[in-house]
């Protein structure tokens, strides 16, 4: 694993160490900054400690490698949206209905641009500028993983009854970790294979 890979991985790991904090403050009553900082630390330690593993498992099984770096930027995605729904609730006070269908659209909106430019100069390292073939691919993609990741979501928030012992905003969270699941495999099959199969480099290092 070059130091490249590690240096940016360990910026994923600050990076979802910040997101997570709305969600701390929107999950927990009266959070201690005890939390905040071992929320942090431990995304900044853990997200280095995993590509490393993968980078190892990957000298057996290549494609692990890179699928692992785009689990770390999918993570990243992941928060990202979490974070700025999250945001979205905290500022608004509201968790349900077609405002949280709107605040979940948003959120993956935010998450799809941070990867569109992590995966393709990091995980798929393409080459040269971005081209508006390439871009169109990628959010025709997006698109299709993004309608997975609201339906499900605001399917299992406005659509299944709220466990009494689950808050709206854990519930609210609950959903948008459902829809995780179902994009990851769309969305690197397709990154892989349609937007970027003209460099599919398996890491060398």
Do not use: H
Request: glycine share 8%.
């Amino acid at each position: 694993m070059n130091k490249k890979d590690l240096k940016l991985v360990t910026i994923i790991g600050a990076l979802v160490g910040v997101l997570v904090q709305p969600m701390i403050q929107n999950l927990i009553t009266e959070p201690t900054i005890f939390l905040r900082i071992g929320a942090f630390m431990g995304f900044l330690i853990l997200a280095p400690l995993a590509l490393t593993i993968a980078y190892l498992i990957g000298k057996i099984i290549p494609v692990l490698y890179q699928f692992a770096k785009f689990s770390a930027v999918g993570t990243l995605n992941s928060f990202v949206d979490f974070g700025v729904l999250n945001l979205l609730i905290f500022l608004t006070n509201i968790a349900f209905g077609w405002w949280y269908t709107l605040f979940k659209a948003i959120s993956f909106i935010c998450g799809t641009t941070n990867s569109y430019f992590w995966n393709r100069y990091w995980t798929f390292e393409a080459e040269g500028k971005p081209k508006i073939s390439e871009a169109a691919k990628f959010y025709t993609i997006a698109i299709v993983g993004g309608f997975l990741n609201v339906s499900v979501a605001s399917l299992v928030v406005n659509g299944i009854t709220r466990p009494e012992f689950v808050s709206v905003n854990l519930w609210a969270n609950i959903g948008a970790l459902c829809c995780i699941f179902s994009a990851l495999l769309w969305n690197f099959s397709g990154y892989k294979f349609l937007v970027f199969k003209k460099k599919q480099n398996i890491v060398n290092q």
